[in-house]
């Protein structure tokens, strides 16, 4: 028998950014420098960062997908976007969780990442 408790229905399995959060633009730009070795694109127009959640004491969490569970770095990204955001001016923590719900896919990506891969 199984102790887990399912997932409330209906609930989201992402909640949206704190893109009001002062720090929130900083974060992104941060992200942008964190690029998966296999492809040249950055990780946040690929579309891997699903949210940014920064809360009243500068603490951030950042759920992240990569683009297969088999990728090789699997376990070195989140590493790398926690080490491209902790220097920034004004965040206490950051804790970096990777989702594989939603499925990341090639729809997800910036219209600039698929204009760079050559799918536009």
């Given at each position: 028998m199984?102790?887990?408790?399912p ?6 399995l992402?909640?949206?950014s704190t893109?009001e ?18 492809i040249?694109?950055?990780i946040?127009?690929l ?7 920064i809360n009243?004491?500068?603490?951030v969490k ?9 990728c090789?770095?699997?376990?070195e990204?989140p ?6 955001i902790?220097p920034?001016?004004?965040?206490k ?7 594989w ?7 997800m990506?910036?219209?600039?990442a698929?204009l ?5």
């Amino acid at each position: 028998m199984n102790d887990a408790t399912p997932p409330l229905e209906g609930t989201p399995l992402i909640k949206p950014s704190t893109t009001e959060h002062p720090l929130y633009e900083n974060i992104v730009e941060a992200c942008r420098t964190v690029y998966d070795p296999e492809i040249p694109v950055n990780i946040l127009d690929l579309g891997l960062i699903y949210t940014i959640d920064i809360n009243d004491e500068n603490e951030v969490k950042v759920l992240m997908s990569l683009t297969a569970p088999g990728c090789p770095v699997a376990g070195e990204m989140p590493g790398w976007v926690a080490e491209a955001i902790e220097p920034l001016a004004g965040v206490k923590t950051v804790d970096v969780e990777l989702v594989w719900e939603p499925q990341w896919g090639m729809e997800m990506m910036s219209d600039e990442a698929r204009l760079e891969l050559g799918f536009m």
